[in-house]
């Protein structure tokens, strides 16, 4: 079955730290992928996709993510983190342009002073 | 403009009981998605409405079904209710196709079975 992963199911950062959080998905031919961002009792905020072209996206609140074919990954980056960055972040994949998106278990991350 | 909404946000069920959960979609939307979130199994896909018709439907038993109505706006139904079914439900409207691509996600509807 298709799957995505996340390897990091905490990630502890400070307040003007960089951040990469990973992302790997099972092979897809033409992937559709995306990140989102939940705070707690709230629903889900898109923060970036990629269908195609550039391999690096630019989203909302400073991140960016990069598609790596040949490493099946799609990683999430923000060069310095603000405390209001903590919350629980998922990668999610559309694995051939017109199925149910398939998200990752998510990482929950903690932004400390 | 107004987001998807879902109501109610919260709701109390007892096991054996049957729920219903409403999804208003943002005006102009023609797809709705249902996601089931819970601790352990995260995020699942419960199914997706198109123009009235079901699209796709994901590995949930029959006791879930759905429907869409002309204005866009879709019901989830769960009968029978089940300690395992306590999570949050939340809706995803799109206009786009793919409709993941330009998915919006409500604030969801807080489910616990008692």
Redesign the interface.
């Known amino acids: 079955a298709q799957s995505v992963t996340q390897p990091d199911i905490h990630i502890t950062v400070s307040e003007g730290a960089s951040l990469e959080l990973r992302c790997n998905y099972s092979y897809g031919a033409t992937p559709y992928l995306f990140w989102y961002v939940q705070s707690p009792g709230q629903g889900l905020q898109l923060l970036l996709k990629y269908f195609s072209g550039d391999t690096l996206v630019q989203g909302i609140k400073g991140f960016e993510a990069e598609f790596k074919r040949s490493q099946s990954s799609f990683n999430l980056r923000k060069p310095s983190v603000h405390w209001s960055d903590a919350a629980e972040y998922f990668c999610a994949v559309d694995f051939s342009g017109n199925t149910p998106l398939v998200f990752g278990k998510g990482t929950r991350l903690s932004v400390i002073a | 403009k107004a987001g ?1 909404t879902q109501t109610p946000r919260y709701l109390i069920k007892t096991r054996g009981q049957q729920v219903t959960l409403s999804c208003s979609p943002i005006s102009g939307h023609r797809s709705v ?1 249902w ?1 089931q979130q819970t601790p352990g199994q ?4 419960l199914f ?1 409405y198109f123009s009235e018709t079901q699209r ?1 439907k ?1 590995n949930f038993p029959g006791r879930f079904s759905g429907r869409q109505f002309s204005n866009s706006r879709s019901e989830m139904n769960v009968s029978t209710l089940e300690l395992g079914d306590s999570a949050l439900y ?1 809706c ?1 409207s799109s206009w786009e ?2 409709p ?2 330009g ?6 509807t807080r489910l616990t079975v008692v």
């Open positions: 998807v998605s996601y995260g995020l699942q896909f997706e796709n994901g939340l995803a196709e793919p993941s691509y998915y919006t996600f409500g604030s969801g």
